[in-house]
């Protein structure tokens, strides 16, 4: 694959479809990709986590969730063909399972939040596709019993709806453990959205690059920092780094 090296981290240059074909062969050989997506917010954060960065640059496959990723991989001159949404993958892949036969684990969120997303799934489409499913809210030395019991579901996919850095790190501490999942892949607050719990921006403003401000402007209280802080950081970034391209050529 062609790989990417942006500000710390590796990104894969690939489209949603070339994405959605590299995991349907895995299930179908019965190999495993670990997956994540980084957003501004990741990298910013990847910069002085390093357990983090540890984790996202040693998956297997990984896709830029946030649009800002792809204006920055432009202004860097290393051009990633798009973006490639966590939510979106994942309701692509939910469907996919469905059509291919394929089990899901669903691992994350609040008891009646995960509970209503396989509800939901359950009823749209069958519940053959349902592996299993549990609520997000565990203890450090809980985390390799639920991976055995998610290895032992017989899912052929698992969504992690944990916040960051837990799920990446969850991820890639029980790789091993979770041998028996062909794509694990850490999903967010995606599950939250399913539910009907956060509701989406519009299509123009995802593709616009504004999500990121429809989600702040549901929850500014809670969010101002994240995004007004955290992209200010990310702009810096990339500045910086394209200054030193500058200073280079």
Same mark, same amino acid.
């Given at each position: 694959?062609?790989?990417?090296? /942006? %500000?710390? #981290? &590796?990104?894969?240059?690939?489209? $949603?479809?070339? #994405?959605?074909?590299?995991?349907?062969?895995?299930?179908?050989?019965? =190999?495993?990709?670990?997956?994540?997506?980084?957003?501004?917010?990741?990298?910013?954060? @990847?910069?002085?986590? %390093?357990? %983090?960065?540890?984790?996202?640059?040693?998956?297997?496959?990984?896709?830029?969730?946030?649009?800002?990723? &792809?204006?920055?991989?432009?202004?860097?001159?290393?051009?990633?063909?798009?973006?490639?949404?966590?939510?979106?993958? @994942?309701?692509? %892949?939910?469907?996919?399972?469905?059509?291919?036969?394929?089990?899901?684990?669903?691992?994350?969120? =609040?008891?009646? +939040? $995960?509970?209503? $997303?396989?509800?939901?799934? #359950?009823?749209?489409?069958?519940?053959?596709?349902?592996?299993?499913?549990?609520?997000?809210?565990?203890?450090?030395?809980?985390?390799?019993?639920?991976?055995?019991? +998610?290895?032992?579901?017989?899912?052929?996919?698992?969504?992690?709806?944990?916040?960051?850095? #837990?799920?990446?790190?969850?991820?890639?501490?029980?790789?091993?453990?979770?041998?028996?999942?062909?794509?694990? @892949?850490?999903?967010?607050?995606?599950?939250?959205?399913?539910?009907?719990?956060?509701?989406?921006?519009?299509?123009?403003?995802? =593709?616009?690059?504004?999500?990121?401000?429809?989600?702040?402007?549901?929850?500014?209280?809670?969010?101002?920092?994240?995004?007004?802080?955290?992209?200010?950081?990310?702009?810096? /970034?990339?500045?910086?780094? =394209?200054?030193?391209?500058?200073?280079?050529?």
């Amino acid at each position: 694959m062609n790989r990417v090296k /942006l %500000l710390n #981290t &590796v990104v894969d240059n690939l489209t $949603v479809d070339e #994405t959605i074909a590299l995991i349907t062969d895995s299930v179908k050989l019965n =190999k495993q990709i670990h997956h994540v997506v980084v957003n501004a917010g990741k990298i910013v954060a @990847m910069q002085k986590d %390093l357990q %983090l960065r540890e984790s996202v640059n040693n998956s297997d496959l990984i896709n830029a969730d946030g649009q800002a990723v &792809v204006w920055a991989s432009k202004i860097l001159g290393k051009p990633l063909k798009e973006r490639v949404a966590g939510i979106d993958l @994942m309701e692509k %892949l939910v469907d996919l399972a469905h059509r291919e036969g394929f089990k899901i684990f669903f691992l994350g969120a =609040k008891e009646d +939040i $995960v509970k209503s $997303v396989v509800e939901k799934y #359950t009823n749209r489409y069958s519940p053959s596709i349902i592996a299993g499913y549990r609520n997000g809210y565990f203890k450090k030395e809980d985390e390799q019993s639920i991976a055995k019991q +998610i290895s032992e579901s017989d899912a052929n996919i698992l969504f992690v709806a944990i916040s960051s850095p #837990t799920k990446e790190n969850f991820l890639y501490q029980n790789k091993k453990a979770l041998k028996n999942v062909n794509f694990i @892949m850490g999903v967010g607050g995606s599950f939250d959205v399913v539910a009907g719990k956060v509701k989406r921006a519009p299509v123009w403003m995802q =593709k616009s690059g504004l999500e990121w401000f429809y989600r702040f402007s549901q929850e500014p209280q809670r969010m101002w920092k994240r995004y007004l802080i955290g992209n200010s950081k990310f702009i810096f /970034l990339v500045f910086k780094a =394209k200054f030193r391209l500058s200073k280079k050529n």
